[in-house]
């Protein structure tokens, strides 16, 4: 029996075609990877985001803290202030809050008022602009 000597350059394609896999499948597990750290902390910002502004509101009614205290003060009878409703939309870009919040209350003549209180804070409760009154129909 005669053995035929293989060369070594017949595995070369084969070794060339292997590093060339082990790299792509190394390298989309490295980014895939970094991808998902980066993305845990953008979620951690975001989380904290979100947790100083709910902070603000009380967890029943939704309302904001301190617009309920500046539309409690504004009222002649605080203990008829009735929450309506309240909208809030955040300002990504300059880390605040514009709130607009619905609300009733009796004035000196014993009349119930529908009244409306819009103000600006940052996500931290800071107050950016002051509460002041606004259009009912709007």
């Not at 980014?31 to 904290?48: D, I």
């Not at 709910?54 to 504004?74: G, N, V, W, Y």
């Not at 809030?88 to 008022?113: A, L, S, W």
Request: glycine share 2%.
């Amino acid at each position: 029996m005669v053995r035929k000597k293989t060369s070594s350059l017949t595995y070369f394609p084969v070794t060339i075609f292997c590093i060339i896999f082990l790299s792509l499948i190394w390298s989309v597990i490295f980014f895939y990877e970094n991808k998902k750290v980066t993305k845990q902390k953008v979620f951690k910002k975001k989380h904290t985001i979100i947790q100083s502004i709910a902070q603000q509101f009380d967890p029943i009614s939704k309302e904001h803290l301190q617009l309920r205290k500046a539309a409690t003060d504004l009222l002649d009878f605080p203990i008829s202030y009735k929450h309506i409703e309240t909208i809030y939309f955040r300002n990504e870009q300059k880390q605040e809050i514009m709130i607009k919040m619905r609300f009733t209350g009796r004035d000196t003549y014993n009349t119930e008022r529908r009244s409306c209180l819009r103000a600006t804070y940052s996500y931290h409760g800071k107050e950016m602009i002051a509460p002041s009154l606004c259009d009912l129909r709007a």
